[in-house]
T-cell receptor, first 112, second 117 residues
């Protein structure tokens, strides 16, 4: 079946530190991979996506590369800001995009 | 484009009561999805519609749950005889298919938080 596993939080970093949030997946077929972000009191927003192996998604300084050989889609950012404090969800969708499978979320706290 | 909206944002009810939530998708999005999110977990798929047709339902959607999208626009999710275990955030999302290529990202609403006492 399909599932997503991401590192447990919370992750606490100082401003300008390097961020990695690990995400691995199990899927049948050729899924698309996503990172969503949820700021306090708001709905989920798409952060970035990758639809095939070796694709790199990027947005707002965040990056993630679709690694089929390691079934991973780790989220990275070179220098985090206080405004990046949120909960980050890794997700995959099947080929038909009719269902998303989400990880349990990783809360990021960035201190000034 | 005002995004996906959900109403109400919060609902407190007593065990055994019925509740109904509404979702208004982004206009012209023909797919609409419902998810449930419990504290500390990611969203779990419940069901989805393509236009007015309900095409898939999760086993999480017990007989007490029913969803409709009668005109292919807004959708309602009803929970009958609520139980304390139904307490969760209920999320709605919508998506569309571009002129070329498959369906893609889902756009989420802010959710309806249900508390069953």
């Amino acid at each position: 079946g399909n599932s997503v596993t991401q590192m447990e939080g919370p992750v606490t970093l100082s401003e300008e530190a390097f961020l990695t949030i690990n995400c691995t997946y199990t899927a049948t077929g050729y899924p698309s991979l996503f990172w969503y972000v949820q700021y306090p009191g708001e709905g989920l927003q798409l952060l970035l996506k990758a639809t095939k192996a070796d694709d790199k998604g990027s947005n707002k300084g965040f990056e993630a590369t679709y690694r089929k050989e390691t079934t991973s889609f780790h989220l990275e950012k070179g220098s985090v800001q206080v405004s990046d404090s949120a909960v980050y969800f890794c997700a995959l969708s099947n080929y038909n995009f009719n269902k998303f499978y989400f990880g349990s979320g990783t809360k990021l706290n960035v201190k000034p | 484009d005002t995004g996906v909206s959900q109403d109400p944002r919060h609902k407190i009810t007593k065990r055994g009561q019925n509740v109904t939530f509404r979702c208004d998708p982004i206009s012209e999005h023909n797919r609409l999805y419902w998810y449930r999110q419990t504290l500390g977990q990611g969203p779990e798929f419940l069901t989805y519609f393509q236009n007015e047709a309900q095409l898939e339902k999760s086993r999480l959607l017990s007989d007490r749950f029913s969803a409709e999208r009668p005109k292919g626009s807004f959708s309602t999710l009803e929970i009958q005889r609520t139980e304390q275990g139904d307490s969760a955030m209920y999320l709605c999302a919508s998506s569309s298919r571009p002129a070329s290529g498959p369906y893609n990202e889902q756009f989420f609403g802010p959710g309806t938080r249900l508390t069953v006492l």
